[in-house]
């Protein structure tokens, strides 16, 4: 069982991690990885989301009815994203501000509620925590990844907390600053997808 | 049939046990945002307003309230030369749900100092002109209490922002709502400002 658990876990981060072999989420993966920063706040908001909707979802799944699940998994999808907007309100404001309308836009995530469909309605709430927490750090992971080769090119930084860099290119260099607007986005991804699948051939 | 009064009791159920735990958490909550919504909204609007105050318009703040019950926070402003003035934030609606709209006022000669836009959720590069574009809410500056601060099309004297007729009308409306609130607690503001 043990194994297993970790196999659960392991999955999310390499073999099915969401917007490089799953392919879904991509509207905030491309609208929020300005900088690492927005990147992981975003992704440890979605994790916390994934990690309690997974585990209503499978203490409930054989109690809601199947005609209506969908409805019910969005009515407990949209309970935890509310919950994650105040908390951001309440203590990481600033953060709150940069993500803006892409906090409430969790709900229609299709990793949130592909994971409620696909795992939480068929497995035990041990593995669908796993399987929450696996994934949301795999989504965590790639933004923070594709964030922080945007900013890097495209602003000469690396923010990981309060807006204060930790990393500087130096005065000498000159930012591409077409990685940080909307078209880098899509280079980026497509870049990273690239090397993704060639990793991934061998 | 029972399986619809089993969907029915499932959602239900499932609704209101949500709608609870919003409510605990939004309680919970409530103190800690109206203190962050101050600093990092507020605050600032403030600082526009009265770039030179010679008090601390923030620490100062206080709520005063009509007979009808109205209840208003005022941060109150003392210019360099002496003459006082208030601030205070009025809501609109907008495109994406409420605005706030910080108005200044000057006691003594009853115009607008200026208004800056606080909170918003309008659309990204479009509403929010309203509030990065200060063009729009400069339009308020020097404008006396009793002026119709209504848009153009709507027969006033305000420019609406091209494409955000919807964000341009909320501002307006708030900047009236601030006028209207503004003449039926001046006499409290200022017994409260002596």
């Not at chain 1, 593995?127 to 890097?152: C, K, P, Q």
């Not at chain 2, 479009?126 to 200060?134: C, H, M, S, Y």
Request: charged share 15%.
């Amino acid at each position: 069982m043990a194994q297993s658990l970790v196999k659960e876990f392991t999955k999310g981060l390499w073999a099915e991690i969401p917007p490089f072999r799953l392919v879904l989420g991509l509207c905030p993966v491309l609208a929020v990885t300005k900088s690492v920063e927005n990147g992981i706040g975003m992704g440890i908001a979605t994790t916390f989301v994934l990690i309690f909707s997974n585990l209503l979802i499978s203490l409930l799944r054989n109690i809601i009815p199947s005609k209506v699940r969908i409805a019910c998994y969005v009515v407990i999808i949209a309970t935890f994203v509310t919950i994650v907007e105040l908390l951001m309100q309440a203590y990481t404001y600033e953060l709150f501000l940069k993500l803006g309308i892409f906090i409430p836009l969790i709900v229609v995530n299709c990793i949130v509620l592909g994971r409620a469909e696909a795992f939480a309605s068929k497995n035990g709430p041990i593995f669908s925590i796993a399987d929450g927490l696996g994934i949301g750090l795999g989504f965590t992971l790639s933004l923070a990844a594709l964030g922080s080769v945007r900013e890097l090119l495209g602003n000469g930084t690396l923010t990981i907390w309060d807006g204060l860099p930790v990393f500087h290119m130096g005065a000498n260099f000159l930012p591409f600053k077409f990685m940080v607007e909307a078209p880098g986005a899509f280079v980026g991804l497509g870049l990273m997808l690239c090397i993704m699948n060639l990793i991934g051939k061998k | 049939m029972r399986e619809m009064i089993n969907m029915i009791v499932v959602l239900t159920v499932l609704t209101a046990f949500s709608g609870g735990l919003l409510a605990v958490v939004e309680r919970g909550t409530a103190n800690k945002i109206e203190d962050q919504v101050l600093k990092f909204q507020k605050a600032p609007a403030i600082k526009a307003i009265f770039p030179e105050a010679t008090n601390n318009p923030l620490a100062e703040r206080f709520t005063v309230q009509d007979t009808e019950g109205d209840k208003l926070q005022v941060f109150p402003g003392i210019m360099a030369d002496g003459s006082k003035a208030v601030a205070f934030e009025t809501k609109g609606t907008g495109f994406g749900g409420p605005i706030g709209l910080m108005v200044g006022i000057n006691l003594k000669t009853d115009k607008i100092i200026k208004a800056r836009v606080t909170t918003h959720s309008e659309t990204p590069g479009i509403g929010t002109r309203a509030k990065t574009d200060l063009s729009f809410v400069n339009q308020f500056s020097g404008k006396g209490v009793h002026e119709n601060l209504a848009l153009k099309g709507d027969n006033g004297e305000i420019d609406a922002m091209s494409g955000a007729t919807v964000t341009s009308r909320g501002v307006s409306i708030a900047a009236i709502q601030a006028e209207k609130l503004y003449l039926k607690l001046k006499p409290e503001i200022v017994k409260h400002m002596k």
